[in-house]
Every structure is written in structure tokens, then in C-alpha cells.
């Protein structure tokens, strides 16, 4: 009995060591692991007295990417091309009228007091800290909620600061509310595209079950940037409208189920996203429906399918659309001709993008430049 206790013991001594020494081993290989990790990121060079000193490789890490979801990189990709805004100082009786401004986004943030806003057969009342947005630039009243004497947008007191800044002191002298107004023009085919499944408007409001700490900091920064116009305010200005809409369009968007999400969804997915960008990263490409599938690694017919399902256009639909989007905006933007905007997106002469335009869009090239520079006058 005392020789099988023996035994047992000795038997224990050895697998105690024999763990022990995996253990030391299998930490041994970690640390090696990680140490390659570490010489991956970082530059190491041999010190004084065999010291190792570290050197951050800058230039690598600015270099790296951030990561975001497509729709984070869509948001990403919308740039205001113009702008301006309006401290409006307004006081009891008031009422304004606010036409319709087409590819214009305008909005309004309540500093202090309180307003009334009409769309239509809608009423929106809010007070200070709320933010109204309306993407598709839709005329709309605001008031004091008790005058019905509206007075139009080019007939109010209007003082111009800068170009693109302006105050306005209105009403009646009673009660006052303060408010910052914008109107931000978006020409990128994509933002345009955005809004077709935007609603009419968008509010945020402070007294919501789910307010938004980030829209009311921006919207805090942004009344004191206009409240007191100093060096680089425009610029400054701006930059924050530019994310307080971005902000606001965000936030809508996540609370979108499936079903409402429309075409925003397809970016999501990984092969009709990657082939969405391949057409919107090269337009002039002459893309077949082929090509597109074997690009995504996938069969023609189940990429036409899926297309399909998730963008609700066919591929070559979607290219078509996309490239007369870039064409409507080079024609109001830019002064290149119909020929080098015919090439610029794919097509070999002027008559044929002339008639896939007016297909597509409705109007010649040339009635839609005409209309834009007669708007513009």
C-alpha cells in the first residue's frame, strides 16, 4: 500500500513539472505573439547600454483608414456646396411665410421662446432647444401661433453682415423668441438621391422620449457662434450646420425599420454595396451585367436578382439613373460641355447622352442649364 502511495505521488510530481512547463512554454509563444504585434505598429531602435527606444510611426497610423459602415460613408460624402443663415430676433405679433427652395435643406433651432410651424395641413410647435429640419427644402409658415398675417421671405427687414450671413429683427415689440435659420444647398447625386426617402420634416425636440444630447450641443455652439459674429465665424458656422444636419439625418435614419430604409439598405450588404460603388466610383466604366457579377462573385441571375430586390432598379437601371445624376449636377455646377460631360460619364457622343437624358430626366441638357442659370440671376 505504502508503495502504490509512492507511486501516486511521483506520478503527480511529474505531471505538476510537465504542466508547469507547458504553461511557461505556452506563455513563452503569447508573449512572442504579441511582441510581433507590437514590432508591427511601432519602430524600435537599440539604445545606449542595449536599451531598446520606440519611435511611433506617425505616418502609418495616419495613414490607416477609419473604419464606418456604408452608411456612415454616405453621410460622410455629403458636402454642402452653399450656404447662409440668419440670427432672427422676432417679437409678438409675427408671422413669416418661407417659400419652397428647390436642393436646399433649411432648418431652424428655437434659442428662446417659442413658434409655430405649418406644413401644409401640419402643425409642429416648438420650443427653446427644438430643431426642425426640412430636407427637401418644403415651403412652410411659422409663428407666433396667434397672427395670421404672414409676410413673405423677400419682404422682411433683411440685414445683410456678410454674404452669406444675415440678421433679422421682426414683430410687433411683445413677447420675443429668438432663432438660428439656415438654408444649406446639396447638389452631390447622392444627397439628392438621399432625399427621396426623407420625410418632409424632421424635429428633434428637447421634451422627447429620445432627445438628442448631440443635435442640442451642436445646436448650443452654433447660437453662440451667431450670436456674436468674430473671426472665422463663417467658416466656424458652417462647419456646424454641416453636422448638425448630417446629425439630424442620422438620427432619423436609425430609427428607420427594414421596410423604410429603401435603397439605403442594399449599401449594407456586402456584394450589391461593393457593386454599388463600383458604379459610383466609375461612372465612365462601361459596365455590363457581367462584368458587375463576376466583380462581387456572384452568378448573373442571382445578381440581377438581388440587385433588384434590394436597390429596386435593374444594375444597368441603377447606372443609368446614377450617371444622369452626375450629368444634372456638371450642368448646373459646371461650365463643361455636353461633349465633355457625355465622356465624363460614359458615353461616346453628345446625341447619345442627350437622349438617354431627356429619357431619364425629362428635359434636354440644355433646358436644364438654361433653367438653372435663369434661376440663379
Not at 426623407?198 to 422620449?209: A, G, R, Y
Not at 436578382?305 to 450617371?323: A, D, S
Request: include cysteine.
Amino acid at each position: 500500500m505504502c508503495g502504490q502511495r509512492q507511486q501516486s505521488y511521483q506520478v503527480c510530481c511529474y505531471l505538476s513539472n510537465k504542466l508547469k512547463i507547458e504553461v511557461i512554454q505556452n506563455s513563452k509563444t503569447v508573449f512572442n505573439q504579441n511582441a510581433a504585434n507590437l514590432h508591427s505598429r511601432f519602430k524600435f531602435k537599440e539604445g545606449k547600454r542595449g536599451n531598446c527606444a520606440m519611435n511611433f510611426d506617425y505616418k502609418n497610423r495616419i495613414s490607416t483608414r477609419i473604419k464606418d459602415q456604408p452608411i456612415g460613408r454616405l453621410l460622410d460624402s455629403l458636402r454642402m456646396e452653399s450656404a447662409f443663415f440668419t440670427q432672427s430676433r422676432l417679437s409678438m405679433p409675427w408671422a413669416l411665410s418661407m417659400p419652397a427652395m428647390h436642393n436646399c435643406m433649411m432648418f431652424h433651432i428655437v434659442a428662446e421662446g417659442s413658434a409655430l410651424f405649418q406644413v401644409g395641413n401640419t402643425e409642429i410647435q416648438l420650443n427653446s432647444g427644438d430643431f426642425i429640419l426640412f430636407p427637401k427644402g418644403e415651403g412652410h409658415e411659422l409663428s407666433d401661433g396667434i397672427c395670421q398675417s404672414f409676410t413673405p421671405l423677400d419682404e422682411l427687414p433683411i440685414n445683410a453682415v456678410t454674404e452669406r450671413y444675415e440678421t433679422l429683427s421682426f414683430g410687433g415689440g411683445g413677447a420675443q423668441t429668438t432663432m438660428v435659420c439656415g438654408v444649406l444647398l446639396f447638389q452631390h447625386p447622392l444627397a439628392i438621391k438621399l432625399l427621396g426617402i426623407l420625410p418632409t420634416f424632421i424635429v428633434i425636440q428637447q421634451d422627447s422620449e429620445t432627445p438628442s444630447d448631440i443635435v442640442d450641443n451642436i445646436s448650443r455652439l452654433l447660437e453662440a457662434e451667431t450670436s456674436t459674429i468674430g473671426m472665422g465665424a463663417e467658416a466656424v458656422i458652417a462647419r456646424l450646420a454641416d453636422i448638425l444636419v448630417i446629425t439630424a439625418m442620422r438620427q432619423h435614419l436609425q430609427d428607420l425599420s427594414e421596410d423604410k430604409i429603401g435603397w439605403l439598405g442594399a449599401l449594407e450588404d456586402d456584394r450589391i454595396g461593393h457593386a454599388l460603388k463600383l458604379i459610383h466610383d466609375s461612372p465612365d466604366h462601361h459596365w455590363s451585367l457581367e462584368e458587375l457579377a463576376h466583380d462581387v462573385g456572384m452568378s448573373r441571375t442571382s445578381f440581377a436578382q438581388q440587385f433588384k430586390r434590394l436597390v429596386g432598379n435593374t444594375p444597368m437601371e441603377y447606372l443609368t439613373e446614377w450617371r444622369m445624376s452626375l450629368a444634372y449636377s456638371k450642368l448646373q455646377l459646371s461650365k463643361d460641355s455636353m461633349l465633355v460631360i457625355a465622356l465624363d460619364i460614359g458615353y461616346q457622343s453628345e446625341a447619345a447622352f442627350s437622349r438617354a437624358f431627356k429619357k431619364v430626366i425629362g428635359k434636354s441638357p440644355n433646358e436644364v442649364r438654361k433653367a438653372y442659370q435663369t434661376s440663379t440671376v
